[in-house]
């Protein structure tokens, strides 16, 4: 599976594991300050997998607007707002339906950004 998403972006396993770090930590943390434990780890449960879907859907996107040229550009919007809908839809869902802890979801997802940034480090600590 490694070498699957190594083919699709380089970068791409690293950025998942520090996804994943981050939730890992999101969790161990948060768990301490809530009083519904269950919902908060649904919601971050929720928050990781709609990140990791996201890197991979940017990975990919980015993938075809190489390969596709010259309308590059307004496929990459449309992808991006298409990622966008999505997430508001699951966390609509999951807000409406009281299935989740919707900050938990939230921070979850900017795991996605806070994996970007850290990426860096993450692929040296690995590769080290």
Partial sequence: MIKALKRLN????GLLLGILLFGIAEEL???WFVSDKLKFTIGVI???ACAAGMGIHIA????ESVRCGGTATKRMAVFSALRYICVVIVFFVMTYFDLGNFYA??????????SAYAQPLIHKIVHE
């Fill in 10 to 13: 380089e970068a791409l396993p």
């Fill in 29 to 31: 943390i948060g768990i």
């Fill in 46 to 48: 929720t928050g990781i």
């Fill in 60 to 63: 990919w996107v980015l993938e």
């Fill in 105 to 114: 979801a939230f921070i979850g997802v900017l795991s996605l950004k806070i």
